[in-house]
């Protein structure tokens, strides 16, 4: 059974750093892609970046480029999500998924989920 955790969400203030952990377990993921999504109260849930396992090149949305940095560590099959000079635009639950997308920012094309982690960024 593939399971994916999220960690390493919280409260901080605007301009802090936080690094999100996703500890991926269950099945091979050497050809897939760990997307990173967000969702804010009353907003849809957004794309904000993706690693792919195989190469470690990790894909960005236009409103975290230069402030978050996606990295992966094969030996742990964690993937990890660095998010420099937060603002409180930033704040929401953010999720782990994997799967194969062709779109690499499609969430419909992720086939597995983690349970999310908040994020909490004051002003």
């Known amino acids: 059974q593939v399971q994916l955790v999220e960690s390493g969400g919280g409260l901080v203030q605007a301009g802090a750093s936080l690094r999100l952990s996703c500890a991926a377990s269950?099945?091979?993921?050497?050809?897939?892609?760990t997307g990173w999504f967000r969702q804010a109260p009353g907003k849809e849930r957004e794309f904000v970046a993706a690693?792919?396992?195989?190469?470690?090149?990790?894909y960005y949305a236009d409103a975290v480029k230069g402030r978050f940095t996606g990295s992966r560590d094969n030996g742990k099959n964690t993937v990890y999500l660095q998010m420099n000079s937060l603002k409180p635009e930033d704040a929401a639950v953010y999720y782990c998924?994997?799967?194969?997308?062709?779109?690499?920012?499609?969430?419909?094309?992720?086939?597995?989920w983690g349970q999310g982690t908040q994020v909490t960024v004051s002003s």
């Open positions: 690693t792919r396992w195989t190469t470690g090149i990790t």
């Open positions: 998924a994997a799967g194969t997308p062709r779109g690499i920012g499609d969430q419909n094309q992720y086939a597995y």
């Open positions: 269950g099945r091979t993921f050497s050809n897939y892609v």
